[in-house]
């Protein structure tokens, strides 16, 4: 924490060692609610408190502190509450004592179809609470609670855990400006609260006394007396003001005569404001544009800023007419820092390391320099210039991005990629963050223009703002006396400002609108690097596309009227009408129609724009095709209908909609033979599902392998689902696949024991076979979760029945190395020790021929026959079938691998688009890449790897997607996203030397089981690459 360097080795003793601090860490269950202004060092204490517990925690393995800082450089934290979860619980799972994956973890793992679908706010909320519950005492710290933007949610959050499940051992301290009374007035619960305005003077006192006495500090030179007067004056008009007195050392630090220092004494400013003030007054005239833009990007911008891309900056002439342009002989080429250090009050630079990347990044000094930039104080300033609104600051941002652009023309003109990255920093932010920009501009105009007002000629641009304000403040007033405000004025600025700014976009999308697609493809904006100019498998997108996906409206309008063709098919979302359809934009979908738009044409993924918008769960959307005369049983798209769409997504009221206008529940998917009811029961949407059985879906319906919706819930683990479906029509329990597999057998190769237990409860055979003879119980030795096997066992599943090649349970636990499995199965039945299975083989050839050390060992202790056991070494055949057993074994797949399996792009697009985890694996631990390349499916081979996927992966058995047929391209293309050459197994001199230590550490164990003839008369030969 950046925090914890500027503060003295003293400072925060008080506050650690102060009654409400003491009494909090020893209270269950507490919350302490520290509050302060601006400066006022909130952060530091923070970060002294967080080392303090840190360190305590060393001594306490059972305790763990996770903490998280609200600010514009984390803003995934600080504007999206379920990443502050995720947040939250990777922190606290990392503190496992054990080292090992801590159950919630995994169970929340599993619950998001293992890593298929991001988890959901409930499903961590409680996974959260679970992991608490593993630690005493469990410290959560937040700072800084202003700049959460999702405010209520957090606080919701803290009352929840406080309030509500009250778990002794938790402890919650949050930072803020505001008073707890005044965030949670209603809370049943008291909570020990702090002020920090005038708490923290001795910790500024020793900030300054070691700031002046530390060697190397430029103000230690002075003469002791020199140094106290300089002390004297900051402890007296600091206030108790970490940020005040920061900026003072740096101006005092200037001085370099007595006169200077007693001047600087002198006139030192009595506020923050004054300070910035100050400073913004001294900023070049030649320097006050680009410093203003600058600022306005550091205020507002999309993620935090690179120092190299706010040197490109300096370089946009916005004062060009008849509209910006880019000069690349103003970029700061040399000096970077020393350019911005000198406004060490406004800018300071960070140094970030992300793996192996290191870089600088460029942020505002304070949280109070953005406060003083937005605030009324700085407009009667003589700095005026510098105020900034959202909308000068989004409109100033989304100039600069696509001036910037613009520079590279087109064709031969365009860097690469990598090109950019280096000799074009701010491309890679300009491509991606453009669209966000020139929307919060349009978002921030409609705001203003209910407010703003147009000012005679003649009046400035301070004169102006403080006119609009005191309008505003009027309007404010006479709304809340009921008086409707007269418009007595209409805004022209804001609107010329958008009619440029539209402009710009006309002028960018007509003529370079590609440029940004090498950079950052809209399309699919989880891609870093996009691969091409265009989508797969679609023609590139028109700029009016571009325009209805982004919402600009008027710059849709005016590009209809330079007679673009509006029934341009091309881009992810195949038409201009279906992307507007899909992101929810109802007044370009109106427009469009108005201007004949034709709504049924086919195109993009989901072929047609009802099916986009019923995917997206856009309902007015939806209504407004409807309306339009859509053919509502379209089929058409990934998904076949907009039904299946809806289900398989989870919008019920999209789906209900649907159905009122006479949607087919029923259709069947040709290439699946699936109803919207088994999508989605698939991805555990019970609303849809109840939904779909009070319109008459058919529970017993089935796809093309024979699964119904429970085949499909049960192994994905969603219990409530599983419980509607067996309590609407039991005799789904009596129901099998093409193969003869039940719901019990899939659902017991995953971790869902609950789920495996209410398939039992209500009546489920555990011991009916498939059409191999195998038993749910031999479907579960292969994951060996203990709990499933202890749940069969416990409803009479059988340890000794034989599937139709004679593996039984134990033979499986054997050939899978899973000694305490076996013990389980042999504490049920002991006599089963010694059963011959597949070609006469114990549970012992078994282990002995898979070198399984652990179950020798372990079925030799409970006295399996050792007699002739080594002449599994001389079966050939045996070692055959052993080797490619694994290859018919149950593997249940869900999610991304489902879809990679079946080659079913648009949907990879579509899980990906939702944060799926792409190298998410099931129990096996085989990925999406892993099953893609297994069924030959080269073109998601080639979609996985240009999308991230990891091609250095391997399953639990060392199998990786390598090991399969591919393209030569395929191959190259590996190589060039980093796959290292990993030997065939057994063949490298490494896996050799790993094999032999195995092997020997058997016939070591073998030599006090064996007489000594006939263990020498064995000499082990390795098995041969297959």
């Given at each position: ?9 003293n400072?925060?003793?008080?506050f ?13 269950c ?17 970060s002294?408190a ?12 059972s ?18 509450h ?20 801590p159950?919630?973890l ?6 998001s179809?293992?890593?298929t ?8 909320t ?9 630690f ?44 707890l ?8 619960w ?26 190397g500090?430029?103000?230690?030179a ?8 300089i002390?004297?004056s ?5 206030n108790g003001n ?11 630090r ?17 506020t923050l ?9 001294k ?22 800023m ?18 910006p ?6 970029r700061?080429?040399?000096?970077k ?15 970030i ?19 003083y ?8 300033s003589?700095?005026?210039y510098?105020y ?14 696509i001036v ?10 365009l ?13 890679l932010?300009?491509a991606?963050?453009?669209?966000h ?5 349009i978002?921030?105009?409609s ?10 000629t003649?009046?400035d ?44 976009c ?25 691969r ?6 679609h023609?590139?997108?028109s ?16 590009l ?15 038409t ?7 992101k ?10 108005k201007?004949?738009?034709d709504p049924?044409?086919r ?10 918008a019923?995917?997206?769960g856009?309902?007015?959307c ?13 089929t ?14 989870g919008?019920?009221?999209v ?20 109803e ?11 609303a849809?599902?109840e939904?779909?059985?009070?319109l008459?879906?058919?529970i ?16 994905a683990?969603?219990?409530?689902v ?20 039940t ?5 017991v190769?995953?971790?869902f024991?609950?789920v495996?237990?209410l398939l039992l ?40 029945k034989k ?13 899978f190395?899973?000694p305490e499995?076996?013990q ?5 039945d002991?006599?089963i020790?010694?059963?011959p ?13 898979r070198?399984n050390?652990?179950?020798v ?10 007699t ?8 050939i055949?045996?070692?055959?079938m052993?080797?490619?057993f694994?290859m ?8 991304l ?5 079946y ?8 899980l ?9 694996t ?9 099953y893609a390349?297994?069924?030959g ?8 790897i ?9 399953a639990d ?14 191959i ?7 796959y290292i050459d ?45």
């Amino acid at each position: 924490m950046i925090a914890s360097d500027k503060r003295s080795e003293n400072t925060g003793s008080w506050f650690l060692e102060s009654e409400e601090f003491v009494r909090w860490q020893d209270s269950p269950c507490s919350l302490l609610w520290v509050s302060g202004g601006a400066g006022r060092g909130k952060t530091v204490l923070c970060s002294t408190a967080i080392d303090h517990l840190i360190a305590d925690s060393e001594h306490q393995r059972s305790s763990a502190v996770a903490y998280i800082y609200f600010d514009q450089t984390n803003q995934s934290v600080s504007q999206d509450h379920n990443r502050l979860l995720r947040s939250l619980v990777q922190q606290l799972a990392a503190q496992n004592a054990t080292g090992s994956i801590p159950a919630p973890l995994k169970s929340l793992y599993s619950r998001s179809q293992n890593g298929t679908r991001p988890p959901m706010t409930h499903d961590l909320t409680n996974t959260l609470r679970h992991l608490i519950e593993t630690f005493s005492p469990c410290y959560l710290v937040a700072d800084a609670f202003d700049e959460c933007k999702e405010k209520q949610a957090f606080l919701r959050l803290v009352n929840t855990i406080i309030g509500q499940w009250r778990i002794p051992q938790v402890r919650f301290l949050v930072t803020s400006r505001s008073e707890l009374s005044s965030e949670l007035p209603n809370r049943s619960w008291k909570g020990f609260t702090l002020s920090l305005e005038e708490s923290n003077n001795g910790d500024v006192r020793s900030y300054i006394e070691t700031t002046l006495e530390s060697p190397g500090e430029p103000l230690n030179a002075w003469d002791p007396e020199r140094r106290k007067s300089i002390a004297k004056s900051l402890i007296a008009r600091g206030n108790g003001n970490f940020r005040w007195v920061a900026c003072q050392l740096e101006r005092l630090r200037e001085c370099s005569t007595n006169k200077d220092l007693d001047e600087t004494l002198e006139g030192l400013p009595s506020t923050l404001e004054e300070t910035y003030e100050r400073t913004l007054a001294k900023v070049e005239e030649s320097r006050k544009s680009s410093i203003c833009h600058i600022l306005r990007f550091l205020c507002f911008s999309a993620r935090p800023m690179r120092l190299d891309e706010m040197s490109e900056v300096p370089a946009i002439d916005f004062e060009a007419k008849p509209r910006p342009k880019y000069c690349s002989e103003k970029r700061l080429v040399v000096g970077k820092a020393g350019y911005f250090n000198k406004y060490s009050d406004l800018f300071s630079i960070a140094t970030i390391k992300a793996g192996d990347e290191e870089y600088s990044e460029l942020r505002l000094a304070h949280l109070s320099v953005r406060d003083y930039l937005l605030s009324t104080k700085i407009l009667t300033s003589p700095v005026s210039y510098f105020y900034i609104t959202e909308l000068s600051a989004h409109h100033s941002i989304a100039q600069a991005c696509i001036v910037y652009l613009q520079q590279f023309g087109t064709g031969d003109q365009l860097p690469t990629y990598e090109e950019a990255i280096f000799e074009t920093p701010l491309t890679l932010y300009a491509a991606r963050f453009w669209f966000h920009h020139v929307q919060a501009s349009i978002k921030a105009a409609s705001q203003q223009s209910s407010v703003a007002t147009a000012y005679p000629t003649g009046i400035d641009t301070q004169q102006a703002t403080l006119i609009i304000l005191i309008i505003q403040f009027l309007t404010q007033l006479l709304g809340l006396l009921g008086v409707e405000a007269p418009v007595l004025m209409k805004s022209s600025g804001v609107k010329n400002q958008l009619l440029d700014l539209n402009q710009l976009c006309v002028d960018f999308l007509v003529s370079q609108g590609q440029t940004q697609i090498r950079f950052f493809d809209p399309d699919t904006p989880w891609v870093e690097k996009p691969r091409a100019s265009t989508t797969p498998g679609h023609a590139g997108p028109s700029p009016l596309y571009t325009a209805a996906q982004a919402g600009f409206l008027d710059v849709v309008r005016q590009l209809v009227r330079q007679g673009m063709d509006i029934n341009s098919v091309g881009g992810r979302f195949g038409t201009p009408l279906q992307a507007a359809a899909c992101k929810g934009y109802t007044d370009i979908l109106l427009f469009l129609l108005k201007e004949g738009a034709d709504p049924n044409l086919r195109g993009g993924d989901y072929g047609c724009a009802l099916q986009g918008a019923s995917r997206y769960g856009q309902e007015a959307c939806v209504k407004i095709l409807l309306k339009a005369g859509v053919d509502v049983n379209a089929t058409c798209g990934e998904y076949y209908t907009a039904a299946h769409a809806a289900a398989f997504h989870g919008h019920a009221h999209v789906l209900k909609l649907l159905a009122d206008n006479g949607a087919d529940i029923h259709i069947l998917r040709p290439r699946d033979r699936a109803e919207p009811l088994i999508l989605a029961a698939s991805v555990g949407h019970l609303a849809v599902v109840e939904l779909l059985l009070s319109l008459g879906a058919d529970i017993l319906t089935r796809d093309k392998d024979e699964c119904t919706a429970l085949d499909h819930a049960a192994p994905a683990g969603f219990d409530e689902v599983v419980k509607l479906v067996i309590a609407h029509d039991r005799a789904c329990l009596k129901t099998s696949d093409r193969l003869g597999n039940t719901a019990l057998h899939y659902t017991v190769a995953q971790n869902f024991p609950s789920v495996v237990e209410l398939l039992l409860q209500n009546g489920m055979d555990p011991n009916l076979g498939n059409d191999q003879g195998r038993t749910a119980l031999h479907s579960a030795i292969r994951t060996g979760n203990i709990e499933v096997i202890e749940t069969l066992l416990r409803y009479g599943a059988t340890v000794n029945k034989k599937d139709l090649e004679g593996w039984t349970p134990l033979h499986l636990a054997a050939y899978f190395d899973k000694p305490e499995v076996g013990q389980m199965l042999l504490d049920t039945d002991g006599s089963i020790i010694d059963i011959p299975g597949p070609n006469g083989y114990t549970p012992l050839h078994i282990a002995i021929l898979r070198t399984n050390v652990e179950s020798v060992k372990f079925l030799g202790n409970r006295g399996a026959e050792f007699t002739n056991c080594l002449r599994v070494f001389d079966a050939i055949d045996g070692a055959a079938m052993l080797r490619n057993f694994h290859m018919n074994y149950i593997s249940p797949i869900t999610g991304l691998r489902i879809a990679a399996s079946y080659g079913l792009e648009v949907q990879l697009r579509d899980l990906l688009e939702g944060e799926a985890d792409i190298n998410g694996t099931d129990e096996g631990g085989r990925s999406a890449l892993y099953y893609a390349s297994r069924m030959g499916k080269n073109s998601i081979v080639r979609f996985l790897i240009e999308n991230g996927a990891d091609v250095n992966a391997k399953a639990d058995d060392d199998e990786s997607f390598m090991d399969f047929w591919l393209d030569q391209d395929i191959i190259d293309l590996a190589y060039k996203h980093g796959y290292i050459d990993r030997p065939g197994v057994l063949s490298d001199e490494g896996d050799r030397a790993k094999e032999k230590l195995k092997v020997d550490k058997l016939f070591e164990y073998l030599g006090g089981k064996l007489p000594a003839d006939e263990l020498a008369s064995y000499q082990f030969q390795y098995p041969q690459d297959s």
